[in-house]
């Protein structure tokens, strides 16, 4: 059931909520985190729908924020909604005029008690998350530098320089099929590493961070080779015995390649945004892995840019990443 | 559950993977190359359980490249009608959505053997089966033999395996065997089957799946009273006045006639399943959040419990009678199909345990179990003491019980607490009310299935919760006196006592706790 609240405050829609829930006769709080979604209203409807299956493994208070103009009389409507297929509430904000500069104060005062705050910017997230004034209000920042038109791989470095403890990106989300899996291929074959490539389409942050990965966790030189896509389409390691090979070409079933073993299919699909952000949801927590790729990532570029200038705006058929940010 | 273990199997610990960290819980575990050989297909367990979930851990990315599915029936069925037989179960009862990808690249890996348990010729064909398998599918020679069969045939199919060096190991690879409850009807037949099975698997490759708990409700319950300050210190014989460990079905033994008739209750749910809960509730803190102290306490809870003197006054049994359930018209169970008219097999048992320590001396452990009851449920309910002085009038506190908690297994996995509250009014009055956690979202509908955590974990090697053949015997031991008594009740022609359809349970079952001043919980 939706209300609308035009012109309203924070106080309003709060007690909305509790006079929704009273009416629906569940008076019960069994939310467990407040999700914040910074959107504009042509993404509304999209991140709308992916928060709304997240809630059903994470029920929540959402509150959907959509910015509007900064000019003019300052307003806020709200629509409330409880049930109607959330596992929580969920209130879409909108504001205008001067309170767009202060959104926080709308936010704050909505904020269940004690539980965590997730915010999430399902389409372009700010520079820095965590200084922003509703990424502040959060401990988990969830951003998506795939859905940014263009120059993805600048935006991803820009989201890695400003890392702060609680910020995912979800061109990590996007990995961990992959990274299980080729971590469960090293476990079938305890081989030493001698160095790996991945192979994506252009401007894919994702396999920038699976080659900031693996550089950094493999310690030998990855290259990453551009193809025509969907997304990663391959993942070598090279070892003594022969390659490690997880090959997908279309983005749904990908063979399995290893030394000693006859080639095998293996399922491997692209996942949509609510799965993509139920996994998020599960670790409230610092994602420590992603700190130390986001943080390479960032150091080997510095490094490299000394060096060489800037290799995400250079991008040529073939480059690579190596631990100490040397070019080869 | 064990992180000691995080390798896949047949490697030593001294590789270390450098894509693994342990600061990465992102990562799932992914079972190293292996195979399933499953007896039984054509039973319900198989078509509504296995198959379905072995799907769904393909879904999930959980089963490696190249795992295969073996079938073993009395069948004349080629690999493709085999392959036709799980398309169906798994199209009608998987969990996560249908995906043409992932079904196709595990039904590459179906293979199909039809024979007779007793039959050489098809063991031998399974065995070059599965060397076949080794071969093109690389699953390294280890393999799971799923026992979804009768008890009855364990020894015959056991025997096959070894006889044809299928249960031979060549070092770095696993063979393993998966046994569903009941495990045996009595201490010596389950010492039997234990003995037969430990004769060709060692301990540690013989998983005994009881698929009423699932890790996860163990886990949860762990965690409840050992991650929490609030609640260990009052978890004695200090504030609980007794325990109730319900396991409720609306239904009844439906087609399952045979299976039933001569195991009756008892021995389906409470010598595994409540025995199992009972042991969670009432043991003490691990040394270790690992399997072996886990086992450790839960031998330790199972040895002190001893039984009243009096059977009679403290155990209750019945049999569902023809009426009406939940707006149905139900047969009763001697009218069941395959149900002979005099069977004494009991639907609904209720036994009353003591359990001699110092947490728990005079607290009394309610357990009961039964069929077409009003409502399927299954819960263990932690009833506290009354307070010892009551400050207000006795006029107050009329409508206030005794605070309870409640731990509710299925369905919609969760707890409750019950306690007193002022009534809104001038008036001072008391009255129960309950707050309720529900697992609700945060769980129930990404949570796997109890059966892919089970067979995840039995191609991961890893045993930690499921029950060890001490834990077993134990039961038995608990069990087989209150049997015992209830054959020879038989013997004197006293019946069980027939209950209402869609009720909950026998007068004799209210008598037992009226005796001691209690009452059960409808819950």
Redesign the interface.
Known sequence: MTRKLTDTNSAAIAAEFVRARTHAGSP?M?M?MTLVVVVDEENADSALDAARAA?????ARVLAVVLGAARGTPQVDAEVTVGAGW??EMALIRLHGEVVRHPESVVLPLLLPDSPVVAWWPVGAPADPASDPLGRLAQRRITDTMTHASARSRALRQQCAAYAPGNTDLAW?RL??W??????A???H?LK?TGAAVTAENANPSADLLVAW?AS???VDVRLRTSDGPGITEVVLETASGPIRISRTDG??AV?T?PG??D??????RRDVPELL??ELR?LDE???YAATAHYLHRGKLSRGRRTGTPASSRSSSRSVSRKGTPT | MTPRRVQGDGQQAAHRNPLRDPQDRRLPRIAGPCGLVLFGVTGDLSRKKVMPAIYDLANRGLLPPGFSLTGFARRDWADEDFAKVVHDSVKEHSRTPFREEVWDQLAEGFRFVPGDFDDDVAFDKLRSTIEELDESRGTGGNHAFYLAIPPSFFGNVVGQLKEHGLADTDGGSWRRVVVEKPFGHDLSSARRLNAILDDVFPDGSIFRIDHYLGKETVQNILALRFANMMFEPIWNANYVDHVQITMAEDVGIGGRAGYYDGIGAARDVIQNHLLQLMSLVAMEEPAAFDAQALRMEKQKVLSSVRLPADLGATTARGQYAAGWAGGEKVPGFLQEQGISASSTTETYAAVTLHVDNRRWAGVPFYLRTGKRLGRRVTEVAIVFKRAPHQLFNPTATEDLTQNTLVIRVQPDEGMTVRFGSKVPGTAMEIRDVTMDFAYGGTFTEASPEAYERLILDVLLGDPPLFPRHEEVELSWQILDPILGFWAKQDAKGKRPEPYDSGGWGPASADAMLARDGRVWRRP
Do not use: M
Not at chain 1, 55 to 59: D, F, K, L, V, Y
Not at chain 1, 179 to 184: E, F, G, P, S, V
């Open positions: 019960a069994g467990v809630s059903h493994e994470h029920p596992g929580g989300t961990t099929p990274r299980a899996l080729l971590a469960a090293l476990d079938q305890p590493v693996l966790r493999l310690r749904r079933l399995f290893s073993n006859p095998r299919p293996v399922a491997l699909k139920a996994e670790r994602d420590d892995v």
